[in-house]
């Protein structure tokens, strides 16, 4: 297809996600600060919309500003998400208007997008849309994090049951070798996944699925919350602060029947869905009562891109589509699917739902690939390097396809619950 007409189509159908998203909400609801650790959803849309003005009207088409008071606005980096709700934000009839009016300009603007331009790095293979397009893509993401936050009432959004789970035992073996880490041809990659780099890793294990809520509720009955040992350091100093007992949402009903909170509405908790809302702190205590650990992050991508073939999957099972029957992304079924339901998504060591459904904890720090060059602006990726994040890979239930590829890198505070993060377990072979 065509660059040009593959933008205008992702630019389109992530702006329709992001819209429906928000729709079923009244001005007060979009208005509010949920929890002081999201913004009020109304900055969050305005947010995007000043991005897009930024990158795609006043980089690239070199537009006078629409309004210069809103670039400081929507600047994440000059106010923090907690002092967001006291800014004269625009309300939300004026943020649809205003996101409305960018995008407008900016298809406008879009025949004049030549991608074959070497000597114009952001266009080159329509890179800044990309950059937008997964921009918006990873707000919505942050915005369904807001709304499972939100207090009553719910949230409830129609959406089809994923598919049936079937059980996924143990783990598989990943043999020593050297693979290929990171990407230099993917188009609308990162700064953060370049360059593409050789990585020789000893043999490991690691565990086929995500660990289930049934394995975890195994860990909180057997006291896993109450034994140092199983903790780091700093892990139990934050477990005794924060009065951690079980994941985020869950809620003991006695006689060992549990239920949880999804988005507003207390249900039994699913058993075979893969475990969310634990941090980092949680997933390395679980690895190790489980007689295991976290995958480092390349321990995760080799299991996830590679195979005896030794030629980089841009997909776990191939380069094929991520379609309906390979993985649970885009908030396709508003939650995570059982373990087991995606038979045709297993990698090529044999492991499932690598992407899609949750979020994995690794044990890595976040840090700069060999060779590392800020692309295009340092706030995207540098200035989080070394500072105590932990990266995340995989991509959830509500990640959209365009950011959830097996070089993909999300990176977030060890203590973080109200992303859609679970982790898988390793061992060494
Ligand atoms: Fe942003």
Redesign the pocket.
Known sequence: MDVRQYVAEELGAARRRSLDILEPLDDDRLRRQHSPLMSPLVWDLA?IGN?EELWLLRAVAGAAPIDPSLDDLYD?FRHPRPNRPALPLLGPAEARRYVADVRGRVVDTLDRLDPDRPDQPLLAGGYVYGMVVQ?EH??DETMLATLQLMADPGYRPLAPPPPAGRPVDGDVLVPAGPFTMGTDDEAWAYDNERPAHVVDLAAFRIDAAPVTNRQYSGFVTDGGYDEPRLWTDEGWAWRNKAGLHAPELWRAEGGGRWTRNRFGWREDLPLDEPVQHVCWYEADAYARWAGGRLPTEAEWEKAASWSSESVKRRWPWGEGEPTPERANLGGRHFGPAPVGAYPAGVSGYGCHQMIGDVWEWTSSDFEPYPGFVTFPYREYSEVFFGSGYKVLRGGSWATSPLAARTTFRNWDYPIRRQIFAGFRCARDA
């Open positions: 947010h991005f994440a921009h990873q707000h």
